[in-house]
């Protein structure tokens, strides 16, 4: 399966975007989810994740600004992205929280004014 991140670009403080994640393959049986950012030279770290039924969760750093989502017959998640800090600049990336598969290249997400 591959999945592939899309929706990033360049925002001001403050402003919103809404990050799709396509899968090549139904995401019907992928019971977790998840959204991963990487900061230049660091970790990929997971900031919101979401189970097949829709329950989701968040690192504290997004918590109340970033929501998750899934459109199973869509085969695609979503990662909506509010109240955009100088420190959300990342490339963000999407994967199965178990045994992920090929990251890809991600989507650039860079908040300035």
């Known amino acids: 399966v591959q999945l592939q991140a899309s929706g990033g670009g360049l925002v001001q403080p403050g402003g919103s975007l809404t990050l799709s994640c396509v899968s090549s393959e139904s995401i019907g049986s992928i019971n977790y989810m998840g959204w991963y950012r990487q900061y230049s030279g660091k970790s990929r770290d997971l900031v919101a994740a979401?189970?097949?039924?829709?329950?989701?969760k968040y690192a504290d750093s997004v918590k109340g600004r970033f929501t998750i989502s899934r459109d199973n017959a869509k085969n695609t998640m979503y990662l909506q992205m509010d109240s955009l800090k100088p420190e959300d600049t990342a490339v963000y990336y999407c994967?199965?929280?178990?045994?992920?598969?090929?990251w890809g290249q991600g989507t650039l997400v860079t908040v300035s004014s």
């Open positions: 979401i189970r097949l039924d829709g329950a989701s």
């Open positions: 994967n199965r929280l178990f045994n992920p598969t090929s």
